[in-house]
């Protein structure tokens, strides 16, 4: 009897088709995510030296992997412009004005550096159980996108295959609820 004492209530495997996902910052990509996943994260050892040998310790700072999805672009490539123009606002490549559109003192003089709300977004995802329910919600905060994929066109193609994308971002840190 203490054998089923132990058996787990819910035997159905995670299934990877079953998510919704949504960026508050970006609401036309939010129905054209193919593909998204829950970073790997890690404690790296610290190694404490003695006199004998070098004694790997639990580290004290978490690194997590960066946070990956992929999508569908539409027709009019709202969803790609929306991570493009976010990641042109964050990088001011050619001017001050690039960088959401106000220079490096906006007319109240607050320095628009120190506002990097502006800048991150929050993002969630929902794992959904095999009846498609939401099951788990995992909250990242202050994600910012750090890369966007290419976009391939191609006259040769015998069919039409819809272009898909690749947006990666950073983040400080997600939380499973």
Do not use: C
């Amino acid at each position: 009897m203490a054998a089923q004492d132990n058996q787990p209530e819910n035997q159905n495997f995670l299934s990877p088709l079953g998510f919704r996902f949504s960026i508050k910052k970006t609401p036309h990509i939010n129905w054209f995510v193919q593909a998204a996943n829950i970073p790997g994260m890690s404690l790296p050892a610290v190694e404490i030296g003695t006199p004998f040998k070098t004694i790997p310790m639990s580290g004290e700072h978490l690194m997590y992997e960066p946070f990956i999805i992929s999508f569908r672009i539409d027709e009019e490539m709202k969803n790609y412009i929306e991570i493009y123009n976010w990641l042109i606002g964050s990088g001011f490549p050619d001017n001050y004005g690039q960088y959401f559109g106000k220079g490096p003192n906006d007319v109240s003089g607050v320095n628009i550096f120190a506002k990097q709300d502006t800048i991150k977004s929050d993002a969630t995802l929902i794992v959904l159980n095999s009846n498609m329910r939401p099951a788990v919600t995992i909250k990242f905060i202050d994600i910012a996108p750090i890369a966007l994929s290419e976009i391939n066109f191609d006259m040769k193609l015998t069919d039409v295959e819809y272009v898909p994308a690749t947006a990666t971002f950073s983040y400080r840190y997600f939380t499973i609820e």
